[in-house]
C-alpha cells in the first residue's frame, strides 16, 4: 500500500467537495495502476478545469464560472458549492431538452434549488434560460426565490451582454447542450479554449 509523501499538503486544482472525492478517486486510480503516489499527487494539482466543468470566463468585472449539470445528484453537488460561496454573486440556470440533456426535464425538481433560499443576502438575482428556460423560471420560483429576482432570456447573445459590466461574480448552470451554446458566446466575448479540432 502507498503511503502520502513527505513535504507540503497537496492541492486540488478544483473547487468543490465533490472535484476532492473525484481528485482521490484519480490518485487511487493511478496509483493502482502503478504510477508513482507524488507524480499522481501532481498530475491531479496541475489539472486545469475546463469545458464547462468549473471552467472560468473573464466576464464583467468578477469573472464567471460555468458548472455543467446533467441530473439531480449532479446539480446538488454545485448548489452546495453554492452554500460556500461568501459573497454576493449573479446565478444562471440554462435548461434545454435535447437528446444529449434528455427530454425529459422533470429531474429539476428532484433537485433541491431550495437551497437557493439560504442564499439570502448573497444571491443578487437569477437568470434562467435555454430551450426550457420558462420550466426553470418555475422551478425556481417554487424553490422560494421571489420571480422580482428572475429574469428570463432566451437569447445567449444578450444574456452575455447584459453581464459584461456586472459587479459581482457570475455562477452559470447549464445542460449539456446549453452549455455548448453558453461556451460558444463566452468564448466569443471573453476568449478561452476551444475543445472542438
Given at each position: 500500500?502507498?503511503?502520502?509523501?513527505?513535504?507540503?499538503?497537496?492541492?486540488?486544482?478544483?473547487p468543490a467537495l465533490y472535484n476532492v472525492y473525484n481528485a482521490v478517486g484519480a490518485v487511487a486510480a493511478m496509483t493502482?495502476?502503478?504510477?508513482?503516489?507524488?507524480?499522481?499527487?501532481?498530475?491531479?494539482?496541475?489539472?486545469?478545469?475546463?469545458?464547462?466543468?468549473?471552467?472560468?470566463?473573464?466576464?464583467?468585472?468578477?469573472?464567471?464560472?460555468?458548472?455543467?449539470?446533467?441530473?439531480?445528484?449532479?446539480?446538488?453537488?454545485?448548489?452546495?458549492?453554492?452554500?460556500?460561496?461568501?459573497?454576493?454573486?449573479?446565478?444562471?440556470?440554462?435548461?434545454?431538452?435535447?437528446?444529449?440533456?434528455?427530454?425529459?426535464?422533470?429531474?429539476?425538481?428532484?433537485?433541491?434549488?431550495?437551497?437557493?433560499r439560504t442564499l439570502s443576502g448573497r444571491l443578487e438575482r437569477v437568470i434562467v434560460s435555454g430551450d426550457r428556460a420558462?420550466?426553470?423560471?418555475?422551478?425556481?420560483?417554487?424553490?422560494?426565490?421571489?420571480?422580482?429576482?428572475?429574469?428570463?432570456?432566451?437569447?445567449?447573445?444578450?444574456?452575455?451582454?447584459?453581464?459584461?459590466?456586472?459587479?459581482?461574480?457570475?455562477?452559470?448552470?447549464?445542460?449539456?447542450?446549453?452549455?455548448?451554446?453558453?461556451?460558444?458566446?463566452?468564448?466569443?466575448?471573453?476568449?478561452?479554449?476551444?475543445?472542438?479540432?
Amino acid at each position: 500500500m502507498s503511503t502520502m509523501p513527505s513535504g507540503p499538503s497537496p492541492e486540488v486544482n478544483l473547487p468543490a467537495l465533490y472535484n476532492v472525492y473525484n481528485a482521490v478517486g484519480a490518485v487511487a486510480a493511478m496509483t493502482e495502476m502503478g504510477i508513482p503516489v507524488k507524480a499522481a499527487i501532481g498530475a491531479v494539482a496541475s489539472f486545469k478545469c475546463g469545458f464547462g466543468r468549473m471552467e472560468s470566463f473573464q466576464l464583467g468585472k468578477a469573472g464567471a464560472k460555468v458548472m455543467l449539470v446533467k441530473n439531480p445528484a449532479g446539480c446538488n453537488q454545485v448548489l452546495d458549492f453554492l452554500q460556500n460561496v461568501k459573497e454576493k454573486f449573479v446565478l444562471v440556470v440554462c435548461l434545454n431538452d435535447r437528446g444529449a440533456d434528455g427530454t425529459d426535464v422533470s429531474w429539476i425538481w428532484d433537485a433541491e434549488f431550495e437551497k437557493l433560499r439560504t442564499l439570502s443576502g448573497r444571491l443578487e438575482r437569477v437568470i434562467v434560460s435555454g430551450d426550457r428556460a420558462a420550466d426553470m423560471a418555475v422551478r425556481v420560483k417554487y424553490a422560494g426565490i421571489d420571480p422580482r429576482f428572475v429574469t428570463l432570456e432566451h437569447d445567449y447573445e444578450k444574456l452575455v451582454s447584459s453581464l459584461e459590466n456586472e459587479e459581482r461574480p457570475v455562477y452559470m448552470i447549464p445542460t449539456y447542450t446549453a452549455m455548448l451554446e453558453l461556451r460558444e458566446t463566452l468564448i466569443k466575448h471573453c476568449g478561452g479554449d476551444e475543445f472542438w479540432v
